[in-house]
């Protein structure tokens, strides 16, 4: 079928042309050419459809989004049954019924991800955000269970024609994002193909179009819109939502999904259910906070990346870190929330640290460094300028840790080296796998697909000379010391992750358990562009064994925290029942020096006497 390309650009994507084709299920829709955008750049055109039933609510298909921006063309076919089948270059199939509106994939990795490695392609499409990490190989140890999403549950019209499939622009995104957090959103004027900003920063401009701003000077959303939002919203978190286990509606949202997990609030509920489908866009953003960052917050879900605070008589949508201070019942709601609780009283840990160490990064004690580790956080624009020469070495997580390795394996006393990640928040998995490298020789994560049931094996390769180049003299790097990981509850995510795959490593954890974040990271987005965390059924990690990892690190060699009667009581009279413990033997050099000696000598011992 004919498309109808539009040869001139239009400022809102309400105002559509007037020429339109008719579908063969007797759809009329428009079409727009836009512009892309990446990396704030001008990178190329799509064309997008508006159909008469929902003209706010840009279409794409699915052929044209993997052609365009994974570079991986797929064939298009019309079964006799009426089905239509979308096949890629390995033969994977993804099979669509139009009476139905579902889609099913009879392998889902088969078909949506990228052949291995990638390296660099273009629209900055690859396997991992940055390029001293790329992985290799993934097995799986079992077929894949087929996955069928069902469209015409939340309402969301699928279309075909002899070409392609086309969804919602919010819709396709959801479903065709990846571990490298890749994901387009349309603000109404232009495509952004990006991924997920580790600082929380949006590309310039990105939340300053007319229809943003007319919204905010009381112009309703557009109907289909509002529909749209609500419906991917519930479609994503039903269908790609890991359910770690730690949010107040989490086993709710598992059993009945969000939409009548909403409705078991009762009257709390039923009001933001309202909110999250209400034509005012401060009411919209303010309940899609309070349910990702309140309801569903596991510390990997919430609200980001376009963490757009709406105040009262603003002219623009305002980026804001922290605390979005949205009406006192929320503030009161998220501040009595289980995970922020948590979260506030590990900064407690934070303090008593830097009370004992200040912001040293390195330490030595006789024969032990301790180099801390706060996050597994990458300066991706200073290590683009280093790859291009243009730039000096990163002093970022990774750099510290390696400037530190560097200068323990330059004093010939040091034979013990501790990792600390006793404040450490988490971060990329691309630090956390470039460091195991480094330290343990380590080359595989390990994971479940929990939308087909099946653990996965990630292999990946680190240019651990930092050259730009995978080669042979990447295994050369290696510093070889008796390694150790100091862990609080304070350890999250990466954080929580590494110590697991360290220990099977050979390294000595010693401390408390760390506090889980098993879930990659998935990024959604909605119909007007904005964009947010959750944890991911997609890829969730474990240790080599298969096991979930969510309850925590088995710590090698506990330390005691003693707790402060005083603050406790005061504590209680809140009705905080968790005291706040003292960390002082944590953070004592030569305890630590001992505990790693002793550890170490025991090994040697046993090794001799085997």
């Given amino acids: 079928m004919k498309k109808i390309m539009i040869l001139f650009a239009m400022i809102m994507c309400m105002c559509l042309p007037a020429f339109a084709e008719e579908t063969e299920s007797g759809t009329e829709y428009s079409e727009k050419t836009v512009k892309v955008l990446t990396d704030g750049k001008e990178a190329g055109e799509l064309v997008l459809r508006f159909y008469d039933v929902t003209p706010n609510v840009p279409y794409l298909g699915m052929n044209e989004y993997s052609t365009y921006l994974k570079k991986m063309p797929l064939s298009m076919q019309e079964k006799e049954d009426g089905t239509f089948v979308l096949e890629n270059g390995i033969r994977a199939e993804l099979i669509f019924d139009p009476d139905a509106v579902t889609i099913t994939v009879p392998d889902w990795n088969a078909f949506f991800d990228m052949p291995l490695p990638l390296e660099n392609q273009a629209i900055g499409w690859k396997d991992t955000a940055t390029r001293f990490i790329r992985i290799t190989d993934v097995e799986f140890d079992k077929e894949a269970a087929p996955v069928t999403l069902d469209f015409d549950e939340y309402g969301i019209q699928v279309y075909a024609d002899e070409s392609d499939i086309y969804l919602p622009v919010s819709t396709l995104s959801n479903i065709m994002t990846d571990t490298a957090t890749n994901h387009v959103l349309y603000n109404g004027e232009n495509l952004y193909v990006q991924r997920m900003s580790l600082d929380g920063s949006s590309p310039e401009g990105l939340y300053e179009t007319e229809a943003l701003k007319a919204q905010l000077q009381g112009e309703k959303r557009p109907e289909d819109v509002v529909k749209q939002c609500y419906a991917d919203l519930c479609f994503n978190i039903d269908n790609f939502f890991g359910h770690p286990g730690k949010a107040p509606l989490d086993e709710t949202v598992a059993e009945m999904g969000l939409d009548q997990a909403l409705d078991s609030l009762g009257n709390k509920g039923k009001k933001l259910k309202a909110k999250l489908q209400s034509e005012d866009l401060s009411e919209y953003l303010s309940a899609l906070y309070e ?37 006192l019942d929320f503030t009161a709601d998220l501040i009595s929330s289980p995970i922020y609780m948590k979260q506030a009283l590990h900064e407690i840990i934070t303090l008593q640290r830097n009370e004992a160490w200040g912001n040293d990064t390195y330490r030595e004690s006789g024969n032990t460094a301790i180099i801390r580790l706060d996050s597994f956080m990458p300066d991706e624009a200073a290590w683009e300028l280093y790859y291009e020469g243009e730039g000096d070495f990163p002093q970022d997580s990774l750099g510290i840790v390696l400037s530190g390795l560097k200068r323990a394996s330059e004093n010939p006393d040091i034979e013990n080296v501790i990792l600390d990640l006793s404040c450490n928040s988490g971060g990329s998995p691309d630090v956390m796998m470039a460091i195991l490298a480094v330290a343990t020789g380590q080359t595989q994560l390990y994971g479940i697909h929990k939308l087909t ?40 995510s990466c954080g929580n992750l590494f110590p697991i795959i360290a220990q099977e490593a050979g390294a000595v954890l010693i401390g408390e358990p760390s506090s889980g974040g098993s879930c990659c990271v998935q990024v959604g987005t909605d119909a007007e562009g904005f964009t947010y965390m959750m944890s991911s059924a997609q890829w969730q990690l474990t240790d080599s064994e298969g096991n979930a990892v969510e309850g925590g690190c088995t710590i090698d060699m506990p330390i005691e925290t003693k707790n402060n ?10 009705g905080v029942d968790e005291g706040l413990p003292r960390y002082d033997n944590y953070f004592d050099d030569a305890y630590l020096e001992q505990l790693m000696n002793e550890w170490f000598q025991v090994e040697a011992q046993e090794d001799v006497a085997a």
Avoid: C, Q, W
Wanted: no cysteine; charged share 20%.
């Fill in 291 to 327: 349910v990702l960052m309140v309801y569903l917050g596991d510390g990997h879900t919430l609200f980001s990346g376009a963490s757009a605070v709406i105040t009262e008589n603003a002219e623009s949508v305002d980026t804001v870190f922290g605390l979005p201070l949205i009406g």
């Fill in 453 to 492: 049931g099946r653990n996965m094996t990630f292999t990946f390769e680190a240019d651990t000379n930092f050259d730009g180049i995978y080669d042979e003299k990447d295994k050369e790097v290696k510093y070889d010391f008796n390694y150790g990981v100091l862990v609080t509850r304070h350890a999250f």
């Fill in 565 to 574: 009667k005083t603050i406790d009581s005061i504590l209680s009279a809140f």
